[in-house]
């Protein structure tokens, strides 16, 4: 009987060290391709361009390859003890860097198998991340950028999006990493927030910067970025207006519209009561969510019903009957609002909504119950946690230090010392900028 000898790949982009790394293990035996699922890449890296199932027929039709098998966790080790390989193939890359435990587990399941492991040297100048690399320098377009955010919620335990205002803020949203713990951390996209877009004009958020100058502002976010964005669209305006709404944003490539039940002049929901403001009747929200859904031409774009009874100091049954009223008025998801700082409201809510409602996604803005970490709200059900204004919140308090520091010392010393980045850094900060 011929020998079995598993190879783990994402295959995103099919290239000479992918082909190689078959040639070789195909010398040992049956090569069976343990490919990863968007689940097993999601918390480590950005989701491949092509589907599992394409990236599957690609594979299939790749001469020496002569099985191929889902492999749904980043480790190894569940694969290998389930298909017990006689030898695992792998490139000498992971020798060192973020992967190196890989590798150790790799080896010591192997031994317990009584298999072997086969390293190959790298094929030299050739990557599957520096060809994504390439590719996302490329850009993208709007359907492919509007249908990641579904990918993204069905792919990771919680989908983490960042605010951004502008197309800096876009940049940092696209491109800021931490490595922790051998896991590689980064944004999966990012937050049109009305409060921080009418704060950085100077405006309230009351609904005062209208939609077209929204998306005109929008745009250099667009511009200088790839990754789903979720519209804030406030109340959503007037039922007949909200359709057209919903064709903008799809046209612009924009994944989702979370739109709150209020009616009448909006104010920002973290005055609670202390502003007066008034909650739409299901009814009359249900017929603006149908508006939407009505309007709307692609597949994948989300309408994202977003509750404000916790905010109105309501209990939390009646947000529950409204979120249920929503979805069942078609939402693609629901968001819980609350300034409670416990969290308590919140957690209770999803704990109640998921008895009844497995899979709507949850969306939350915890920015008054901070304590908790990501990994804990998705333990109450949540899917998406938006992190909602702290670009703009970081960066307000260090311009106006800045500005009281030249005035104090009738010059910017001081202040460039204290309070800036340094000249050639700014002018190398924008991709671009140079002449090569
Ligand atoms: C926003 O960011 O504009 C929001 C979230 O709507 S909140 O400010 O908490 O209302
Ligand atoms: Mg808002």
Redesign the pocket.
């Known amino acids: 009987m011929s020998k079995k000898v598993y190879l783990g790949m994402i295959a995103d982009i099919m290239h000479p060290g992918l082909t190689n790394i078959i040639n070789e293990g195909a010398k040992y035996g049956d090569v069976v391709i343990g490919l990863f699922t968007d689940k097993a890449i999601a918390t480590h890296k950005r989701l491949p361009y092509l589907s599992y199932e394409q990236r599957r027929e690609v594979l299939m039709n790749i001469k020496g390859v002569s099985d191929i098998v889902p492999q749904d966790e980043w480790s190894y080790v569940p694969n290998l003890l389930k298909y017990k390989p006689d030898y695992i193939i792998h490139g000498d890359d992971w020798v060192q860097g973020p992967d190196k435990y890989i590798r150790d587990e790799v080896y010591k399941t192997m031994e317990k198998l009584g298999g072997e492991v086969i390293e190959i040297p790298y094929t030299q100048g050739i990557t599957s991340s520096g060809l994504a690399n390439e590719l996302a320098s490329l850009g993208t377009t709007p359907q492919a950028r509007l249908s990641s955010l579904r990918r993204l919620i069905s792919a990771k335990p919680v989908v983490r999006i960042l ?1 951004s205002h502008n197309g800096l803020t876009g940049l940092i949203a696209e491109h800021t990493s931490v490595d922790i713990d051998g896991q590689h951390r980064e944004f999966d996209g990012m ?1 049109s ?5 009418s704060t950085s004009k100077g405006k309230p ?1 009351i609904e005062a910067v209208d939609l077209t100058t929204r998306l005109h502002d929008l745009n250099d976010t667009l511009e200088v970025t790839t990754k789903p964005i979720i519209f ?1 669209g ?1 109340t959503g305006g007037k039922v007949e207006h909200f359709g057209f709404t919903v064709r903008t944003l799809e046209r612009l490539g924009i994944s989702a519209v979370i739109i ?1 039940d209020k009616v009448g002049l909006k104010q ?3 005055f609670g009561t202390d502003a007066v403001q008034t909650q739409d009747t299901i009814e009359g929200f249900c017929i603006k969510i149908k508006a939407g859904k009505a309007a709307q031409i692609t597949r994948d774009f989300m309408i994202i019903s977003r509750c404000e009874s916790l905010i109105a100091g309501k209990p939390v049954d009646d947000a529950l009957e409204r979120c249920h009223a929503y979805v069942e008025a078609g939402a693609d998801g629901i968001m819980i ?1 609350s300034k409670d700082k416990s969290g308590e409201d919140v957690k209770e809510f999803c704990k109640r909504f998921r008895e009844k409602d497995a899979h709507t996604p949850i969306v939350a ?1 915890p ?1 008054t119950y901070n304590q908790f970490t990501e990994e804990e709200l998705a333990e109450w059900g949540i899917n998406i946690v ?1 992190y ?2 702290h670009m703009l919140r970081a960066a307000y308090p260090a311009m106006v230090k800045c500005a009281e520091t030249i005035l104090t010392h009738s010059r910017s010393l001081e202040a460039a010392e204290q309070y800036c980045m340094p000249i050639k850094q700014i002018l190398n900060l924008i991709p671009g900028t140079k002449n090569k």
């Not at 927030?193 to 877009?197: E, G, K, Q, R, V």
């Open positions: 605010e937050w927030s009305s409060l921080t877009d958020d804030d406030d709150e920002n929901s973290l609002h803005v920015t938006i909602a204004n």
